[in-house]
């Protein structure tokens, strides 16, 4: 045994040998209780962050308890095609060149992002590698797999034939940069100083900080409750530089306490104004098209940038004395999360889910405790999203994802949807000539399938309909068997993309839920609290500090200190300590091999000892390792791991085993033993030096490896 653990001698060893022996690889054994993880798909074509590290070291370590407890354990790996995401990636590289997505036929450039996708997904799968993922990649599945892709066609034929999905001329937020709608989710919103201008409607005042759309405009509206307004109501109001009348009418929807209280009815691009005018007025009028230009207004501000025009407008309104007065306002504005730049509400005819009938069920589910999410703050706020979502827009005008299946009939105008298959006539009126949607599926509505799609994808079996009757669950081997899955372990963040999104399409579609506990994992920080990013200069490359210090000691830094529920502190300090706790456990187990040992194959129990010292060991090991694997079913792996750390480095290796050293032959036993048990109980948290201890002993413990041997009693 060499003096010194060196892990890059031994990772990508012990990494082999797992996979040789299939040890990440379960079968659906009826006698055993199952345990599955579904892996959060991490962006095919990204490599992984120190966010991933956590994620990773936290499901791995359920997953080796899980595996050394008996489960038949299935953690079933991915890749997500992101999307957006990718496409933004990718454009971004298309314009490093002098091009642009517009300078590609869509086919042309759909293969194209294919192939990048496919030329960086390696770099993702290799990683995962080297943190010690036990993940299964016989299973291992691509959101745009093509069976993936059949079973989001099946759940969306469904859903539309049930009458829960509709294709509805609505306002929704669209960023022209991307040239794309987003759902209420998707938007970020940052605080923003702008002008507050009051101007003259003639009858009365209104304040607004976007004058560039008052050719919009198709009412003023007041509140009922407001009195300063009654006799108004019903009469007419002006609109400043073309002079068009508009009705004044009353709403609740109107906030008595901004700026004079009357608000000017914006349909087409404001949500709240375009539910005012969906009551009222159902007339729309739009002024800025997709491009961010403006239409339908002044011939002077026609093609302008909404920005621009915003400058134009207000200078002919200052000039014709419309502006009463001006006001800083400081307001939240919604902006595209990737660009940052302002999202331009506009109506537009897309595909919306009427979530409202799945959200309840998965609000009853949650009721029930059929799901159960283990930080009650969480709970909480999944009950507010769920009480709170609107309609879902789930089409979105990119060529990365998926298509929609919905091909249009050139004559009768109306839809026709199958799952995937290329219909040849209408389903309405039997006219041969159909058109697909160009739109592609949201990626957070093909995602919020996976768990059930993951599954299913498994079997050969394509020929099915949602939900999935008993005597077609028994032909799905790896769906009856693993599902519901056991932990969804994604980050607070994605709480209601996803988590939500899956509750709910996991329900519709097999009537089960998708998983049965939602472990949600905070946030990595640095040393000081702050959010680690590119722009702060904080970045911690997991790789480097594999390669630096090995992955045990950055997978224990990663949860180290904080529940997995909130936010954790990383710093190479850290990692460089975890270090030297890997150094402390091959120091002892060099220690105790120095002695050769006639008894070979380990110990099935404690050895029989009346010697105080042994005692005291062995007890200090029983409560550990009880208080350890209590700590595990609660999820509270930071302080399992903090606990094992204290028991192997005070108790036993700077307690007992300098108390040994004087009747070495006598104890030796006793080290063997509780060895061998400390190796079982650490390898979930550091499975590569543990291993490789175990590697190094000749068989003086059992079972080949350790990976395949059972948790402590």
């Not at 003096?3 to 690889?25: C, M, P």
């Not at 109306?414 to 290329?422: A, P, S």
């Not at 399409?505 to 040393?527: C, E, M, N, Q, S």
């Not at 010292?613 to 090991?621: E, G, N, P, R």
């Amino acid at each position: 045994m060499d003096k010194v653990y060196d892990h890059r001698k031994y990772e990508q060893k012990i990494y082999s040998l797992w996979e040789k022996n299939g040890a990440f690889t379960p079968k659906v054994d009826k006698s055993k209780n199952p345990f599955t993880i579904i892996m959060p798909p991490p962006n095919a074509n990204d490599p992984l962050h120190v966010g991933h590290a956590r994620e990773v070291a936290t499901q791995d370590i359920l997953i080796r308890y899980h595996r050394m407890k008996g489960n038949s354990t299935l953690w079933l790996p991915g890749s997500d095609h992101a999307g957006i995401e990718t496409q933004y990636v990718f454009e971004k590289k298309l314009r490093e060149k002098g091009k642009s997505r517009s300078d590609y036929d869509r086919d042309t450039l759909y293969n194209m992002i294919w192939d990048y996708v496919k030329d960086n997904t390696g770099v993702m799968e290799k990683q995962l590698r080297q943190l010690g993922a036990s993940c299964d990649w016989s299973r291992f599945k691509f959101t745009l797999d093509e069976k993936i892709i059949k079973i989001v066609y099946k759940t969306f034929k469904k859903l539309y034939y049930d009458g829960l999905i509709y294709r509805g001329e609505r306002i929704v937020n669209y960023c022209p940069l991307c040239g794309t709608s987003f759902s209420q989710l998707e938007v970020n919103y940052i605080e923003k100083e702008d002008e507050l201008y009051y101007l003259d409607y003639e009858t009365l005042t209104i304040a607004t900080t976007r004058p560039e759309t008052i050719f919009a405009d198709v009412a003023i509206a007041v509140n009922p409750k407001d009195n300063k307004y009654k006799k108004l109501v019903g009469k007419a109001a002006k609109i400043p530089l073309i002079n068009r009348e508009v009705p004044i009418i009353t709403d609740r929807l109107v906030d008595l306490n901004f700026g004079t209280g009357a608000l000017k009815v914006t349909p087409g691009h404001d949500p709240v104004d375009f539910e005012i005018g969906e009551k009222h007025i159902p007339s729309i009028i739009s002024v800025i098209d997709m491009e961010g230009k403006m239409i339908n207004t002044p011939e002077k501000y026609i093609s302008m940038k909404a920005s621009v025009a915003r400058e134009e407008v207000v200078k002919d309104l200052e000039e014709k004395g419309y502006i009463k007065k001006r006001e800083r306002l400081h307001h939240s504005v919604g902006v595209c999360y990737k660009h940052k730049t302002p999202i331009e509400p506009i109506v537009s005819k897309q595909w919306f889910i009427k979530v409202k009938p799945l959200a309840e069920i998965s609000k009853a589910a949650l009721k029930k405790g059929e799901v159960k999410i283990v930080a009650k703050k969480y709970d909480k706020i999944a009950h507010h999203w769920l009480n709170n979502l609107k309609d879902w827009n789930i089409s979105r005008q990119i060529v990365w994802g998926i298509r929609i299946p919905a091909w249009r009939c050139d004559k009768c105008l109306e839809w026709t949807i199958t799952d995937g298959v290329v219909p040849k006539n209408c389903v309405s009126c039997g006219h041969e000539k159909l058109i697909q949607d160009p739109d592609t599926f949201d990626t957070w509505f093909s995602s919020g399938q996976w768990p059930y799609a993951t599954l299913l994808a498994q079997s050969r079996i394509s020929n099915f309909q949602f939900p999935i009757s008993k005597n077609d669950k028994a032909k799905f081997e790896d769906f009856d068997y693993f599902y519901p899955t056991s932990v969804m372990n994604p980050a607070y963040d994605i709480l209601p993309f996803w988590v939500i999104r899956m509750i709910m399409l996991g329900l519709y579609a097999t009537t089960r839920v998708p998983f049965k506990i939602v472990l949600l994992h905070g946030l990595v920080r640095d040393r000081f609290g702050v959010k680690i990013s590119k722009s702060k200069g904080n970045v911690i490359n997991p790789i480097e500090m594999i390669n630096k210090y090995g992955a045990d000691s950055l997978r224990m830094a990663s949860i180290w200190g904080s529940l997995v529920e909130n936010d954790s502190s990383l710093s190479e300090d850290n990692i460089r300590g975890q270090r030297n706790f890997a150094n402390k456990i091959w120091n002892a187990a060099r220690f105790i091999f120095l002695e050769s040992v006639a008894k070979r194959g380990g110990y099935s129990k404690a050895p029989t000892t009346k010697n105080s010292y042994d005692l005291k060991i062995i007890k200090q090991l029983r409560v550990t390792t009880k208080k350890v694997t209590r700590l595990l079913e609660k999820y509270r792996l930071n302080e399992a791991a903090e606990t094992l750390y204290d028991f192997f480095w005070n108790q036993f290796a700077n307690d007992y085993l300098e108390k040994t050293k004087s009747r070495r032959k006598d104890a030796q036993k006793i080290l063997d033993f509780v060895l061998q048990e400390s190796l079982k109980l650490l390898h979930p948290f550091m499975p590569f030096v543990t291993e490789a201890i175990w590697q190094e002993s000749k068989n003086r413990f059992n079972n080949t490896t350790l990976i395949s041997s059972s948790w402590p009693k």
